[in-house]
């Protein structure tokens, strides 16, 4: 298969991957470390007809990709840490209304301002609770430069497949990571577009069950006009308070994602063959991992690592199935626990779990990792 090799940096993957799903509209606003993603699509964007648009804030740019993307339009917004935190209302009205969009998170320090240009994982929970009520979520967590390409095409994907935003929770040190890469041609990617109704507009119906979990969307402005609201609403788009209408809704919306979750999970075994110890990890200190994997390894210690490459929603079979086998499981992640309080309800009693959480803004080095690993035989 022919590939472009070209370098470019984490930010400048995210950009360059929307445009080639098909993105047309980014609406956002700059905040350290994910400005690179703004700043690119504020050149590229124009090339391809698209739309670049800088708001006022963190709230208006998440409300002008909803609007965008009723019209027809794939959109991407971009942000790090406080503007993730303004994003979230309207995160909640793009769930509740069904909205197809990708927001990308660089993850840096916080809480607040925090460590503006420094690492962090810590938004990992608020890309699964960020915004109030009962949700489904999908979010996504490269860990290489090839892979923050193939999973923002995802991201386009699932987000016009289940018509919901999706998360793509990248981290300050691959954002800003260089290097010749190889993307394949433009004709080997696989699109998915949403689907559109295929009723005349006085049949309609934007929320209508009949045709599956995930109802057609039509576009406005190409004769189709409906109601569109943050609050409950019945298959009209129309708010609604009936007890029944609004708990089958709801069920309806968790379901798109656990209905299809062997679809959605994504993860990759790395030296697990015999492996007695396991790292659990994700993003850039996946890679730290793997290093200490690998020394670990040249010490006769049988361990393997679990990388999760979507964090939400977890492989939860797997993790209980390596839960009740390993010896130890060892989970880095530069924040307080937030991905451990998850794994210790599912290990319970089954085995120990050894965690390394660094907040200071340093990545975690795989000597750190090593030690432990060292430390759990």
């Not at 301002?113 to 990992?124: K, N, R």
């Not at 691959?174 to 080997?188: G, V």
């Not at 993790?319 to 626990?337: Q, T, V, W």
Request: glycine share 8%.
């Amino acid at each position: 298969m022919k590939k472009s090799v070209r370098f470019y940096s984490g930010a400048e993957l995210v950009g360059k991957a929307a445009i080639d799903a098909g993105c047309r509209f980014f609406g956002g606003y700059p905040i350290t470390p994910s400005s690179e993603i703004a700043e690119y699509m504020s050149v590229e964007m124009p090339k391809v007809n698209g739309t670049y648009i800088q708001m006022e804030d963190e709230i208006g740019a998440m409300g002008s990709i909803i609007g965008a993307s009723l019209t027809g339009a794939k959109v991407l917004t971009a942000t790090s840490g406080p503007g993730f935190s303004l994003k979230q209302e309207n995160i909640g009205y793009a769930y509740m209304a069904e909205v197809p969009c990708v927001i990308c998170n660089v993850m840096r320090g916080g809480p607040s301002t925090g460590l503006p240009t420094a690492l962090a994982q810590a938004d990992i929970m608020q890309a699964k609770w960020g915004t109030h009520g009962d949700h489904p979520v999908i979010a996504l967590t490269p860990a290489y430069l090839e892979e923050i390409y193939e999973l923002t095409i995802k991201a386009f994907n699932f987000a016009e497949i289940y018509r919901m935003p999706i998360m793509l929770l990248l981290d300050e040190v691959i954002a800003h990571l260089s290097a010749a890469i190889e993307l394949p041609k433009k004709e080997m990617l696989v699109i998915k577009d949403r689907r559109k109704p295929t009723v005349p507009p006085e049949k309609y119906f934007p929320y209508d069950t009949a045709y599956g979990d995930v109802p057609p969307m039509a576009n406005f402005f190409e004769g189709y006009r409906y109601h569109v609201t943050g609050l409950s609403h019945d298959k009209t788009g129309f708010p609604t308070t009936d007890p029944d209408l609004v708990q089958a809704d709801q069920e309806r919306h968790l379901r798109k994602v656990k209905a299809n979750i062997n679809n959605i999970i994504d993860y990759e075994y790395y030296q697990m063959k015999d492996a007695e110890v396991i790292v659990f990890a994700y993003g850039s200190t996946a890679r730290a991992a793997r290093v200490a994997v690998d020394n670990a390894r040249k010490l006769g210690i049988k361990v393997g690592m679990m990388r999760f490459r979507v964090i939400w929603p977890l492989p939860e079979t797997e993790i209980l199935k390596l839960c009740s086998k390993a010896k130890a499981i060892i989970i880095p992640e530069m924040n307080m626990g937030q991905l451990s309080d998850v794994i210790e309800r599912y290990a319970a009693d089954r085995t120990k779990i050894l965690r390394i959480n660094h907040v200071g803004g340093v990545p975690i080095h795989p000597t750190d990792i090593c030690n432990v690993i060292k430390e759990a035989i």
